[in-house]
């Protein structure tokens, strides 16, 4: 066995394998785009990189903030709150979720966040490069 498992070192050594193409985003690098409500810094996309199969990116919603009612006709949704809580709308109930949690949204499903006195950091993903949304009629 000792024998075989060097063999197979020694040959996978010799194997030449062509390194993928690889795009890194800094966060600092990253443009805060603001809104009335806060703001959002895209990591990853198709404008960063246009062979990006995801959109990636970190969105805050500020103390006592709505973000706009909408969806996303192309794509899912994940959001995962790195810090502070917020609720999201959810049907016609609204979910509480706390720093650690996550929430998908299926396509074209309308959704919103909302905060209380705190602000919200929430990491946002999408499986499209190009994530397109829409803003529907507001919610209350």
């Not at 600092?28 to 895209?42: D, L, Q, T």
């Amino acid at each position: 066995m000792i024998l075989r498992t060097s063999c197979l070192f020694a040959l996978l050594a010799t194997l030449t394998v062509a390194a993928p193409e690889v795009t890194m985003q800094r966060y600092e690098n990253a443009e805060e785009v603001k809104f009335s409500w806060g703001w959002i810094r895209w990591l990853m996309n198709s404008k960063v990189d246009p062979k990006a199969e995801m959109t990636v990116g970190i969105v805050q919603v500020e103390p006592n903030q709505t973000n706009p009612y909408h969806m996303h006709p192309n794509s899912a949704e994940y959001v995962h709150v790195l810090s502070g809580s917020c609720e999201q709308l959810v049907g016609d109930k609204w979910a509480p979720m706390k720093a650690g949690d996550t929430i998908r949204f299926p396509k074209a499903v309308p959704h919103q966040a909302r905060t209380g006195k705190e602000p919200c950091r929430m990491m946002i993903i999408y499986d499209t490069g190009e994530r397109q949304m829409v803003v529907l009629d507001q919610k209350k």
